[in-house]
């Protein structure tokens, strides 16, 4: 099945520091999207990005199908930004099965 | 718009015994999609619903099966529980595309069931 891989694994800034999370696949996609997991274990959408860059605020994601790597940064860190982040990816002809990787866990201090 | 529900949110049950969790999808989403995550395991694929049948389902024994109802609605069974069995369950649902857009679909999570097997 696909593989999805996420770097790195853990990332600690300071507050207003910007951070690049990088998400690497190894086959072609139909769905990406991005998560941040809270501390009580819900998933928010932070982007549904298959293809190209889309942004929202302080957060931005650029999917680069052909290349099977998507990016997300964070501008500006916050404390509430602090949590972990998933990558999770459907490949084409898996009905609706997301696989995800494994998360970047990141602190942001003050 | 209410979002994905999940009952309970909390469970404690010991080895041996069966549990059966409750998922209630965003309204006019037909597809639920069911996930366990582990610390050691990650998020992991179990089984995925649409209009009542099961549509795709991941590495997962006998024992964990689920279902769906006619609104939608899909519950998800463990028996004869294992201390391995305690994790955090997630329910997911999302639009299903027709066409040319089948597959293109973004998915939303509930708040998960914590599930502890002692």
């Known amino acids: 099945g696909i593989q999805v891989e996420q770097s790195p694994p853990d990332l600690i800034l300071q507050e207003g520091a910007n951070s690049t999370l990088r998400c690497n696949f190894s086959d072609s996609v139909n769905n990406l999207q991005w998560f941040h997991q809270n501390p009580w274990g819900q998933l928010i959408n932070l982007f549904y990005?298959?293809?190209g860059t889309k942004q929202n605020g302080r957060l931005s994601a650029t999917t680069v199908a052909t290349e099977r790597y998507s990016l997300l940064y964070i501008s500006s860190s916050q404390t509430t930004d602090s949590g972990v982040y998933f990558c999770a990816v459907k490949s084409t002809g898996t009905a609706s099965k997301l696989t995800f990787g494994t998360g970047t866990r990141l602190q942001v201090t003050l | 718009k209410a979002g994905v529900t999940q009952t309970p949110r909390y469970l404690i049950k010991t080895r041996g015994q069966q549990v059966t969790l409750s998922c209630s999808p965003i309204?006019?989403?037909?597809?639920v999609s069911w996930y366990q995550q582990t610390p050691g395991q990650g998020l992991q694929f179990l089984f995925e619903y649409f209009s009542e049948t099961q549509r795709n389902k991941g590495n997962f024994p006998g024992r964990f099966s689920g279902r769906q109802f006619s609104n939608s609605r899909s519950e998800m069974n463990v028996s004869t529980l294992e201390l391995g069995d305690s994790a955090l369950y997630l329910c997911?649902?999302?639009?299903?595309?027709?066409?040319?857009?089948?597959?293109?679909?973004?998915?939303?999570f509930g708040p998960g069931t914590r599930l502890t097997v002692l």
């Open positions: 990005i298959p293809s």
């Open positions: 997911a649902s999302h639009r299903q595309q027709l066409g040319r857009l089948a597959g293109y679909n973004e998915q939303f």
């Open positions: 309204s006019g989403h037909r597809s």
